[in-house]
């Protein structure tokens, strides 16, 4: 389930993470700080969401 998992990873990571820096911007933060951390923080979320995705995926 592991190489599954990556794969969704992929996606999901980047799909999070763009949602997050794009919410960031719209509230106004224009510094280099918040946007790369609110991309970490949606890189480290599609973990979990990936490994849920992946177990569904599986059966």
């Known amino acids: 389930m592991l ?8 996606f999901l990571g ?6 997050a820096v ?5 509230m106004g933060y224009t510094a ?3 946007i790369v ?3 970490a ?3 480290v979320a599609a ?4 490994y849920l995705v992946a177990r569904k995926l599986e059966g």
């Open 3 to 10: 190489p599954l998992m990556l794969i969704v990873h992929i």
């Open 14 to 19: 980047s799909t999070l993470a763009g949602t």
């Open 22 to 26: 794009i919410a960031v911007l719209v």
């Open 32 to 34: 280099v700080l918040p």
């Open 37 to 39: 951390l609110a991309a």
């Open 41 to 43: 923080v949606g890189f």
């Open 47 to 50: 973990f979990p969401a990936s």
